[in-house]
């Protein structure tokens, strides 16, 4: 043809346009949590987790919140899967919301699915859900994404980085990870792979930025167990043994330091219990013949024999260690001269619950250990330092490098660190929504789909469908209205004084006789805790809280935002 069509090569212009990788996050970037990215060629798109994150004070009375899938429910014929680098709530702990909205294939590896499978149990989800297993280096294919899982270590175990091939070239998301030269399940960093990437060139590396603060290296998991086993030799009566029910590698240490002590385990709290119920089942953790006893077996050993694992790290009101710490615990009590570990960190946001439960285990004269500064190295952090974000970089040597996981001045930080050690062309700041487009050679943001965050009322019980999903958004509020239960408790007698009160906007206003039930409710669970508990403001606004609800949500259809007020007086 010797003339130009100027309509064909517009049309042809056009199509080239719309060859280009798109990576769009949901969640996870200008936040910790909610981790949830989508990429999309043309016609496809693959989701990278689907986390969740716990509500900030501010949001009190919802339960979890989740990103806004609104982009992925508008594209939805188009969602090929949802692929998960690890179980951590996080990255998984969305899956039931955004599975009863699209079902689509979910993959990850055995350790992660068995969480997942948990998860969509609780929520009745687990039969219709696709669940399919995926191996560290075996590639598998999603339309005209082939993904490579990549085995890399953090505090929880089975945890992978995902290498995805697309048409413009090979982008690389590592999930959260350390580098732990030493696991604890013996199961390596695969360092080979990322570096036989780096060869054959990266077009973007997507890194976890949690602890782009941090100087040097974060030590191994292993690093706890010298100053773990003082603390078990050092303890004269019971020890209390408290880290985050994911920590396998964490459960292991303490399990094989109680075997060697003499001392017998007692698992107190549902989390825990499932989850080393799956580490055992998976190879992961390796327990001797009755070194597990159950609660009810505690009378027969002294004090000095038992070491109790129990829930409840963060000072969370109804965790198993924070009920244990104002003494409304069913099978397990707290004594003077026991000792109780926290083997965590102080998460921002958690400093009062935890230290309201830490004042509560002080007055049971028990003596508490806990990431303070100067307890000696009793946890260690499960992502890495700057030193391993800059071997990554190294590395994978990616001509694109994009910070995920973190508020903003995080990924922001994280760019600079890449940017300093020369090797990636460009660094990209992006935030949730924003649509980055990628070819061979370059890369620019390109508009911007709905994002954000959705706060969720779970329901009082765990065992709830899925129709009892709601979404508490401002919508939802003007329609269902808002109860708020306003208390007078003395803070030194924990006495409530005064009449109890229950103000509601929006919701049954009109109803007398429902109001006056629910006075009946409220003062109820006021006289069935004990004046510790209401002293806890945590601990007695979610009682109150749980109890309403129940109620309400069983005697109306409707499920008002329920926020105790507690006057101090
Ligand atoms: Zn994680
Ligand atoms: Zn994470």
Redesign the pocket.
Known sequence: MGFKDPARGFKRREFMAQEKLQIIPLG?LGEF?M?CLALRWADDIIVIDA?LMFPESELLGVDIVVPDITYLMENRHMVRAIVLT?G?E??IGGLPWILSEINVPVFGTEFTLAYVEGKLEEHRLLDNATLNEMLPGRRFTLGPFSIMPIRVTHSLVDCVALAIHTPVGVVIHT??FKVDMTPGDGRPFDLHAFAEYGKQGVLALLQ?S?NVDRGGYTPSEAAVRPRLDEIFSQTKQKLFFSCFSSSIHRMKIAMELAAQHGRKVVMVGRSIDNSSEIAQDLGYLDLPNGLVINPGQMKDFPANKLCIFISGTQGEPMSALSRAAVNNHKNVTILPGDTVLLSSRVIPGNEKSIFRMIDHLYRREAQVIYDDGHSGLIHVSGHGSQEELRLMINLVKPKFFIPV?GDYRHLRQHAKLAEATGIPEKTILLEDGEILELDRNSVRKNGKVTAGRVCIDSGGSTADVVEDIVIRDRRHLSEDGIVLPIIAINKLSGRVEGALEIVTRGFAASDDQMIREARQIVSRTLDSSSSEEKADYGVIKEKIRTDLKRYIQKNTSRRPLIMPVILEI
């Open positions: 996870g949590g981790n986390g690890h951590h996080d990255h999930g959260d976890d949690t996981h």
